[in-house]
């Protein structure tokens, strides 16, 4: 699951991601192929976090791409000043960091360890279409 879509369709009126100076910000992304959500459903607290894998790389690989088709020649993200993790959780599941994990493992192969800022795992009643999870990034250019 190594591939990074830098054309992310959105599902509404707005961007994947906006840039300023030299700060890119994105879209919550879903865990979505060519516009198809790949992975849906509430995560359960009875489901294995490797259950969930996928869908968190698969969301923050999307919000890489927003990202990084903001950049031109040259240009690079340096580091992830937020990642936000939204995850369509049972009321009592209670793994979202280690779940968020996922996520901050990809960002770290693809931009290395001290790319990792700050990040929030925030547990939600739904999200769009029924998606299990959904991310944000805030990234430094260089």
């Known amino acids: 699951m190594i591939n990074i879509d830098k054309t992310p369709v959105p599902q509404g009126k707005y ?3 906006v840039r300023h100076a030299n ?3 994105t879209s919550g992304m879903t865990p979505r192929k060519a516009g198809k959500l790949m992975y849906t459903g ?3 607290t009875t489901d294995t976090l490797e259950s969930h894998r996928d869908a968190a790389e698969l969301a923050v690989l999307n919000a ?3 990202a990084q088709n903001c950049l ?4 690079r993200i340096s580091v992830v000043l937020q990642m936000s993790v939204f995850l ?3 009321e009592n599941f209670t793994k979202h960091a280690k779940l968020a994990d996922f996520a901050s493992e990809i960002l770290i192969s693809f931009l290395g360890i ?5 990040r929030a ?3 939600v009643a739904s999200l769009p279409s029924n998606a299990p999870i959904e991310i944000t990034l805030v990234c430094k250019v260089d």
């Open 64 to 66: 890489l791409g927003a």
């Open 72 to 75: 031109i020649a040259g240009e």
């Open 15 to 17: 961007l994947a991601a």
């Open 121 to 123: 795992a925030i547990g």
């Open 42 to 44: 509430k995560i359960k």
């Open 23 to 25: 700060i890119v910000y």
């Open 114 to 118: 001290k790319s990792i800022g700050t």
């Open 88 to 90: 369509n959780a049972e």
